[in-house]
């Protein structure tokens, strides 16, 4: 029996062979805290080796998916570096210890995700969103470079040009709309959300078990080369633009309430 009490900010239930993942930090749109970063980093492990699960739904409490980074501790990190290089190892593992569970995820996304919340929604195998929720990796948009994963998935889901045009400008879209362009899966009506995740989560988790993980695990081997060939140079990028003076500005106009005014420095 594996305890998922361990774990902080994630809210943990299980039922008939589906374990459901919920984002908890409901106050700050599930920004992401640092228990939910390192709990991300260690759970796919506990969730490969348990023998009670088949399928996952990963979602987040209240009204969003996840907001993605936490632009408060930003300042931290700027000011305090080692901060930022200890989770560098988190991010890496969040990536590669998804694609090697072998279960499928469904992402439940209910709200908004955004930044290191849209990675970690388009890294799941099935996406069914809300159609009230918005999609989008603005890390640009903080003087930050899109690396901690997000320069790896976009462009498998919805090609290179679409992904440089999403990515360069940091701008969000409806949940039609990224299902239009094949990001998603799915986008629902809200009050459909539920039927539409757990029906397929049930049909799933009573489907040939085996047969369905094998599955995965091939048609995952390109994504896990590609994140194996990219991601130590992508967060490696990710740490220089943390010290940049864009990303201070940045980070000091969001404070302020303000726009950023970006030299390129």
């Known amino acids: ?31 992401f805290t640092a228990g939910m970063h390192n709990g991300l980093s260690r ?3 506990d969730v490969h080796d348990d023998p009670e699960v088949d399928v996952i739904v990963l979602t987040g409490a209240g009204r969003a998916f996840s907001a993605g980074g936490n632009v408060v501790a930003m300042q931290t ?35 908004h995700a955004v930044g290191l919340g849209a990675t970690v929604a388009l890294f799941c195998d099935i996406i069914i969103a809300a159609d009230h929720a918005k999609i989008g990796d ?43 362009i094949g990001l998603i899966n799915h986008c629902v009506p809200a009050d459909e959300l539920d039927d539409k995740v757990y029906s397929l989560a049930r049909r799933l988790a009573a489907g040939a078990s085996k047969s369905i993980r094998w599955t995965k695990q091939v048609v ?36 302020n309430k303000r726009k950023p005014d970006f030299t390129g420095g």
């Open 1 to 31: 029996m594996i305890d998922y009490s361990v774990y902080k900010d994630l809210l943990i239930e299980k039922d008939n062979g589906i374990l459901t993942i919920t984002l908890n930090a409901p106050d700050s749109l599930n920004a």
């Open 43 to 45: 759970i796919w492990t």
């Open 220 to 255: 995952n081997i390109p994504l896990r080369q590609l994140a194996h060939s990219m991601m130590d140079l992508s967060l490696s990028v990710e740490t220089q633009s943390n010290m940049s003076a864009d990303h201070q500005e940045a980070v000091t106009a969001f404070s």
């Open 77 to 111: 990190k700027i000011d305090d570096t080692d901060l930022w290089d200890q989770g560098m190892p988190e991010a890496k593992r969040i990536i590669f210890r998804m694609l090697e569970c072998d279960k499928p995820i469904i992402a439940r996304v209910n709200g």
């Open 138 to 180: 603005p890390h640009v948009s903080a003087g930050l470079v899109a690396g901690d994963g997000g320069a790896v998935i976009w462009p498998q889901l919805i090609g290179f040009a679409r992904a440089k045009e999403y990515l360069f400008t940091g701008d969000l879209m409806m949940a039609a709309e990224a299902e239009r």
